[in-house]
């Protein structure tokens, strides 16, 4: 036994003589030896511009490399410094390297040389003007289907109510860049829903914003069955609500199962008390998030979804990133990190994206366009149709500054 230990000594002390893979000479290199660092854009928030509103940031990170430029993974940059410069000003950024302003203009990064060397050359980065939209209030009504045959009580009503109350403040936090985005483009839509007080004659609501359906447990065979029986009987005047139906409809229809969906303002320039078809959203019952209720009302609003072919921006929206989603799906990777059609790699954010995804941001082109739609169209809650509460705000009056960082406040 002694001797075979012997006879393995040997041949193990054999090996360590001859490195067995020449070819790879980082075996032999010390890798976490830091031969330079250099400054580069945090791939959640890489953006050319950021809006100064005081709120969105862009995120810098300090990226070390070896004497054979691979990357030093475990490199601590907390003592790092960076220095910016804007208009002849100069001030210093440590860690975490997160830069917001409240104003506009070019600004120029650089990481203080220290004693390791610095490589590269400065970041740049413009900082825009953001764009304060008067708020626009659309009142809500919610048609909840009970699809069983026994009424609901009024405690489960409460119950109901209470919820979409809460998901319409969740909702309004979204359309009002108060959801935490990290996406530097994020805007505040002016956008703000509201649980309608008044049924369709007038009267107070009993539970406001919510108007409950009793199919006494009849069910739907067809989507158009159920678009049938929802336009005779519940849908109030767009020219007054944002309809929201919220039910289990789509299970008779394999496709639609599931599924929540909305109606794009096709039909913009339209003369009649109605549109042509259901201008609202259905909600699914099982997956009434807030994210979901965000996204469809954006497609109400004329917002598309920000991923196509590659073949045009498939929003047109310069400040999302645009992406291939049957490439994406096809991969089956899932994941939040996605790459766009120019390659860049990013952190998906947007509210008109699909999975995985945060989800809780709308970018400044596509406020723009919520508010042009608002403009527009002949069949939403505005003041452009008679409805007076459209807005909380005469023309004349615009919010303040005050106003916007009441609200940046409130995020913290
Ligand atoms: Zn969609």
Request: one cysteine or more.
């Amino acid at each position: 036994m002694k001797k075979l230990l012997f006879v393995l000594l040997i041949i193990l002390g054999a090996c360590e003589s001859q490195n067995p893979f020449p070819y790879l000479p980082y075996q032999q290199q010390n890798t976490s030896e830091v031969a330079y660092v250099k400054l580069a854009k945090s791939i959640a928030t890489n953006s050319k511009g950021v809006i100064a509103n005081g709120l969105n940031y862009v995120e810098l990170e300090v990226l070390a490399f070896n004497k054979l430029d691979i990357g030093v993974p475990l490199y601590d940059s907390k003592n790092d410094i960076i220095e910016v410069q804007t208009n002849g000003k100069n001030f210093q950024l440590r860690y975490p390297f997160r830069f917001s302003t409240t104003e506009k203009g070019s600004y120029s990064f650089r990481l203080k040389p220290n004693s390791i060397p610095v490589r590269d050359v400065n970041i740049e980065i413009t900082a825009i003007e953001p764009v304060l939209f008067r708020p626009t209030v659309l009142p809500v009504i919610f048609h909840y289907f009970n699809h069983t045959a026994k009424p609901l009580s009024n405690s489960q009503k409460d119950s109901v109510s209470n919820y979409l109350s809460k998901l319409v403040g969740w909702s309004n936090k979204d359309f009002s860049n108060l959801s935490g985005s990290i996406d530097p483009n994020a805007s505040d839509t002016g956008i703000q829903l509201q649980m309608a007080k008044n049924d369709i004659q007038g009267a107070a609501l009993t539970w406001a914003g919510v108007n409950f359906i009793e199919t006494g447990g009849t069910s739907f065979q067809s989507t158009k069955d159920f678009e049938d029986y929802t336009w005779q009987n519940c849908f109030w005047p767009p020219k007054k609500y944002i309809n929201v139906w919220v039910a289990l409809a789509p299970y008779f229809d394999p496709k639609l199962n599931g599924f929540s969906w909305a109606y794009f303002p096709d039909f913009i320039q339209g003369s009649s008390a109605y549109p042509p078809g259901l201008y609202g959203v259905m909600l699914h019952q099982r997956s009434a998030f807030s994210s979901l209720l965000s996204h469809e009302i954006g497609h109400m609003l004329n917002l598309f979804h920000v991923f196509g072919d590659c073949t045009r921006d498939a929003d047109e929206c310069a400040d999302t990133w645009s992406y291939y989603r049957t490439v994406y799906d096809d991969q089956s990777k899932f994941s939040i990190e996605k790459t766009s059609c120019s390659s860049e790699r990013f952190i998906s954010t947007n509210l008109m994206d699909y999975g995985p995804s945060w989800n809780n941001t709308f970018t400044l082109q596509q406020a723009l366009l919520i508010q042009q739609t608002l403009k527009e169209c002949s069949f939403l809650p505005t003041k452009r149709n008679g409805y007076i509460h459209g807005r909380a705000f005469e023309d004349a009056e615009r919010p303040t500054k005050a106003m916007v960082s009441d609200k940046t406040k409130l995020v913290l």
